[in-house]
């Protein structure tokens, strides 16, 4: 086989690797990057190590991934390959204080690369007359239960309770989720996972007092009966408040039971 090897280009205490394009075996290639990474980073000081390459690349993507790399970006439709098709273009990098070996190195690494779902934490507040919060977003037509994204490493329950004190400025303490929904992708975004609590029904003087608190984001606030909630919510987001009004609880996808 022909001789194989990387290019280690630096800026201050930054490094890119590169390699040429050419037909080289996973094993090889695994053995040149990984004494090129541990070179680099401790013999140039580097603090982080960065790789470019096309997402079709499986071997190298691999190779990368056993030597510590972490998935860091996805450049869309960024380089064009040998047939002038487009290909994504993936950032890998790894850092120098990056655990690379043992159970902390694989897991952070798989970590980077498995796939993610987005969670969302909403609630259902009734008032004394039967009717549903909702909101009016800023972002698009249809209305919404309060509530919002999940953090990273932050748990539904206590998500959905941030986000309502953001939102209508509510103090709550949710127990068990109601309804764990399956969301399919919609509307440009991907699929995730919705928790919805029950809040109950407020008192007159409460229900009556809500107001939107987080202007960013929120128009207003409005008390719909439940037979207006299609002309207000996604046929999805109704079906769902439906169900639970009924005192269903459980786990659904799109919106229907299990």
Known sequence: MSEFSVQ???????????????????ETLEKAV???????IIAHDLRRLQVDLPA???????ALQRCGFRLEGRLRSAQRVANDDLVDVLI?????????????????????????????GHAVFRDPR????????????????????VEAGESP????????????????????A????????YLGWSDAIEFIFDGGTLDEDVASGIVATDPRELVAVHWVAP????????????????????????MTEDGHPL
């Open 8 to 26: 280690i280009e630096i800026a201050g205490d930054v490094g890119m690797l590169r390699w040429k394009e050419q037909r080289v075996d996973a």
């Open 34 to 40: 990984s004494l090129a990474a541990d070179d680099a």
């Open 56 to 62: 079709n690349d499986i071997i190298a993507r691999h």
């Open 92 to 120: 890998y990098a790894r850092l120098a204080l990056d655990p690379v070996y043992g159970p902390h190195g694989f897991s952070g690494v798989m970590d980077s690369v498995l796939p993610m779902k987005r969670m969302i």
């Open 130 to 149: 039967g009717r549903v919060l909702l909101t009016e977003t800023r972002y698009k037509e249809d209305w919404e239960l309060p509530g919002g994204i």
């Open 157 to 176: 329950r206590i998500g959905a309770e941030r986000e309502v004190l953001e939102e209508i400025g509510l103090a709550v303490t949710f127990g068990n």
């Open 178 to 185: 109601a309804l764990i929904d399956w969301m399919p992708p």
């Open 227 to 250: 037979e207006d909630l299609d002309e207000r919510v996604t046929e999805l987001s109704a079906r769902r408040i439906r169900l639970l009004l009924t005192g269903w609880t459980g």
